[in-house]
């Protein structure tokens, strides 16, 4: 069965912190990981990685992913009161046109 | 550009009574997905359409959820009768058929069953 795990559950950091989210996959015929920001409730995009050892940048937040290992992390620098969310990773199998699988999110609190 | 519409926003029902939930997609997504998002856990698909077609329900109760996507725009998903494990978050996301992995999620409707 398909699965998608994230690390840690929580997280609970101070401004300025840097923080790393972790997130491994096992899905038949792997295409793509996707990571989203969840914000009270609709999930938003943030990155989307197919290669491997391929960083993804935007602003304070980057992205890679190793397929050999089956993981990727998320990165944040400098953290602020405003990154307070739920990210959430996702797999996509390329079996099924859109289909995403998501991992359980990880919960982050930045503190000021 | 206007995001994906959902409503209602927030729904209380007993168990064994029925609802019913409305998406709108974003103008020109053919792609429309509902998920289920149950506190604490991660959105699962519960049924994709493309168009008017179901791509895939795999995930779908049958014997209770149904879904419906008539014209081809807007959907309807209808639990039928509710239990209490399913209350949880419904939330509809649409994308580009050429862009499958660009899902955008509308606001999501949370529904409490008693």
């Known amino acids: 069965e398909d699965k998608v795990v994230q690390s840690p559950l929580s997280l609970v950091v101070h401004e300025g912190d840097t923080v790393t989210l972790n997130c491994s996959y096992e899905?038949?015929?792997?295409?793509?990981l996707l990571w989203y920001k969840q914000e009270k409730k609709a999930p938003t995009f943030l990155f989307m990685l197919?290669?491997?050892?391929i960083e993804k940048k935007s602003g304070r937040l980057s992205s890679i992913l190793d397929k050999k290992e089956l993981f990727s992390i998320l990165n944040i620098t400098a953290t602020q009161t405003g990154d307070s969310a739920v990210y959430l990773c996702?797999?996509?199998?390329?079996?099924?046109?859109?289909?995403?699988?998501f991992g359980q999110g990880t919960t982050l609190q930045v503190k000021p | 550009e206007a995001g994906v519409a959902q409503s209602p926003r927030y729904k209380i029902i007993e168990k064994r009574q029925s609802v019913a939930f409305w998406c709108n997609p974003i103008?020109?997504?053919?792609?429309l997905y509902w998920y289920q998002q149950i506190l604490g856990q991660g959105p699962k698909l519960l049924i994709q359409?493309?168009?008017?077609?179901?791509?895939?329900d795999s995930q779908l109760p049958k014997d209770r959820f149904s879904a419906e996507r008539l014209k081809g725009v807007d959907s309807t998903l209808k639990i039928q009768p509710a239990k209490l494990e399913d209350s949880a978050v419904y939330l509809c996301?649409?994308?580009?058929?050429?862009?499958?992995?660009?899902?955008?999620f509308g606001p999501g409707t949370r529904l409490t069953v008693t």
């Open positions: 359409f493309q168009n008017n077609g179901v791509v895939d």
């Open positions: 197919t290669s491997s050892g």
């Open positions: 899905v038949t015929n792997f295409r793509s």
């Open positions: 996301a649409s994308s580009l058929v050429s862009l499958p992995y660009e899902q955008y």
């Open positions: 996702a797999a996509k199998s390329s079996s099924n046109t859109g289909k995403l699988i």
């Open positions: 103008s020109g997504h053919a792609t």
